[in-house]
């Protein structure tokens, strides 16, 4: 333990980094000047040879004076394995503002807010090593997972934990939908944004972070810009994290070149999260939003909210939402009550106004309360049309439905709106590569 902590205290290990690769190394057995250290995970064996075995070798000399030589071993090689399961604890963590919005970053979505599982400890550990060697070891790091799994969450902690590090880093984060209409406008040459700008944008940076790229594909002109936006950025050995739903050689519409290329570096899945890790990541919510739930009621939401962790936060976000409006106790009566529509026997997913309000509402940024509300802003109406839109064009629902689904509007408003959005899409390409991407996150089929 004092080896340890002295690696940590006098090489300024950060704590994730301290918990990820340090504390999970055991002491196994000396013969003669070898001593030999187990290691849990046999994918990053390397990765902890290359980036600690001099500074455990340094300081076991400083602390206890013997000099020795280490032998890595895999612990389920050795011992039986032990399960394990791994909370990780919040710190305080602060990095400047301006950084954070220059490079379009949530701050809550940190390494020290992130729960570690089984479902994504290969995923956790691979981006904590790009983390801490941007550049030099998993080139590009590819994330892939099913939607609300936390691939969003990962890539913004990888951009947090480097900005700390180094506040000049240069690092971008963008949708593939940013991506693709920044590009429209440079080549109409919209806001006098030329292609040359629009590549300087891209090119000139350490780490560039692209979330969603199967939204990109199919789109041959996209494809080709970022094709060459990634070769400028390996050859100059940056980072390049990449996000999608799907493995690379599961993207059809992909293109050989790019295909292999994605395929250079390491790819990490994330799974669904196990009852132990939705468990822990619900006590993390509870901790971070100051709640206090009982037990009884996190492992009724764990057991029936399974397939996606914003489901689950969500969940939990639901039953405090309606204790505090309807002035009663949380008990299992109220969660019961409180998560009758999400936990519904047939797990299928229809498309319903109510499914297109969320996924645009999340879209923008937006809460779906304030979507089907009264204000009109632009930054609301505009979300709120394309509502519309889409509910006319993707559900068989009436005007009268889709109407009361949104706050209970007349249909005179939805045809208002409706037309409005139609007409703008006849000239616009932005609006059109928007409306493709909410349909596609709305029905992936
Ligand atoms: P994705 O990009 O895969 O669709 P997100 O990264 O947006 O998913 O995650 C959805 C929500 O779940 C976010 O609020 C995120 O903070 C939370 N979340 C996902 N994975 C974890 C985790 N392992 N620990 C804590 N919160 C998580
Ligand atoms: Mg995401």
């Known amino acids: 333990d004092e080896i340890l902590l002295n690696i940590k205290e006098e090489h300024d290990i950060s704590e994730v980094s301290y918990r990820t690769w340090l504390l999970p190394l055991i002491p196994d057995s000396v013969d003669k000047d070898i001593l030999t250290i187990l ?8 990765y902890v040879k290359k980036k600690y075995e001099f500074l455990l070798k340094i300081t076991i000399e400083e602390i206890t ?9 895999l612990k389920s090689d050795v011992k039986e394995p032990e399960k394990e399961n791994r909370l990780i604890n919040v710190t305080n963590n602060t990095v400047s503002q301006l950084a954070l919005q220059n490079a379009n970053l949530n701050p809550r979505y940190t390494f020290d807010t992130f729960v570690v599982g089984k479902n994504n400890n290969l995923a956790h550990a691979a981006s904590l090593a790009v983390a801490e060697s941007p550049g030099e070891i998993y080139n590009p790091l590819f994330i892939y997972g099913g939607v609300g799994l936390g691939k969003t969450h990962l890539m913004h902690s990888v951009a947090h934990f480097i900005l700390k590090n180094n506040p000049n880093a240069k690092i971008l984060y963008v949708t593939s939908e940013k991506f693709t209409n920044e590009l429209i406008d440079a080549i109409r040459n919209k806001n006098n944004v030329s292609t040359t700008e629009f590549r300087e944008k891209y090119r000139n940076n350490d780490v560039l972070l692209i979330d969603d790229i199967q ?24 980072q390049i994290i990449i996000s999608s739903d799907r493995p690379p050689r599961e993207i059809e519409t992909l293109e050989d070149r790019l295909r292999s290329r994605f395929e250079w570096g390491l790819t990490v899945d994330i799974q669904p999260p196990d009852y132990e890790t939705r ?10 939003e100051g709640y206090n739930i009982d037990n009884e009621i996190i492992k009724y939401i764990a057991t029936n909210v399974k397939s996606n962790i914003r489901e689950l936060e969500g969940a939990l976000t639901k039953i405090v939402a309606s204790s505090k409006l ?14 009758k529509d999400l936990i519904s026997p047939n797990a299928a997913r229809e498309v319903t106004p109510q499914l297109i309000i969320n996924i645009v509402s999340e879209h923008f940024g937006i809460t779906p309360l304030d979507l089907i509300g009264q204000k009109r802003s632009k930054e609301l109406v505009f979300p709120r049309q394309i509502v ?3 509910c006319g064009d993707m559900t068989s629902e009436s005007l009268q439905n889709i109407g009361k689904a ?7 408003t939805i045809i208002h709106g409706t037309k409005k959005i139609a007409s703008e899409l006849k000239t616009d390409e932005n609006l059109k590569n928007t409306i493709d991407i909410l349909k596609k996150k709305i029905n992936p089929q």
């Open 326 to 339: 309807n002035n009663k106790e949380i008990n299992l009566e109220l969660a019961e009550e409180a998560l």
């Open 388 to 390: 519309m839109y889409l």
């Open 215 to 238: 939204f990109i594909i199919g789109k041959e002109s996209t494809q080709e810009e970022f094709f060459h936006t990634f070769n400028a950025l390996y050859e100059a050995k940056k």
């Open 279 to 288: 468990m822990a990541i619900l006590r993390k919510k509870e901790e971070l």
């Open 406 to 412: 949104l706050g209970g509007r007349d249909h005179t």
């Open 65 to 73: 004076g013997f000099q020795c030589e280490l032998d890595f071993k």
């Open 39 to 46: 290691v849990p995970d046999s994918a990053f064996i390397s």
